[in-house]
């Protein structure tokens, strides 16, 4: 069973700074790329960024890039997503998922999923 667990969220001001964690389970983190998502109230759950299993190639959202990095740990399986210049309209459920690759803008490419973690922004 593979489980992953965010953490990390919570409450910022504007123009603060957020990290957030996914621990991994499973012997074979190493071998799949790893995405963030988020989902703020009424809206659709939306892609924020994604990480090749080497951590070499990563991709982002343009609403979110230049201000978030993603990077991962295969020693301790972790995925991470740094956030620097938090904007109000970053306030969401962000959520880490695993994918053996494919379309990785798009939520199908993905097979599991964490628990999601709150993160707010105030104006």
């Known amino acids: 069973q593979v489980q992953l667990v965010e953490s990390g969220g919570g409450l910022v001001q504007a123009g603060g700074s957020l990290r957030l964690s996914c621990a991994a389970s499973?012997?074979?983190?190493?071998?799949?790329?790893m995405g963030w998502f988020r989902q703020a109230p009424g809206k659709e759950r939306e892609f924020v960024a994604a990480?090749?299993?080497?951590?070499?190639?990563?991709i982002y959202a343009d609403s979110v890039k230049g201000r978030f990095t993603i990077s991962r740990d295969n020693v301790v399986n972790t995925v991470s997503l740094q956030m620097n210049s938090l904007k109000p309209e970053d306030t969401a459920i962000y959520y880490c998922?695993?994918?053996?690759?494919?379309?990785?803008?798009?939520?199908?490419?993905?097979?599991?999923w964490g628990q999601g973690t709150q993160v707010t922004v105030s104006s």
């Open positions: 998922a695993r994918t053996k690759g494919g379309l990785l803008r798009q939520r199908r490419a993905y097979d599991y």
């Open positions: 499973g012997r074979t983190f190493s071998s799949y790329a």
């Open positions: 990480i090749a299993w080497s951590g070499g190639g990563t």
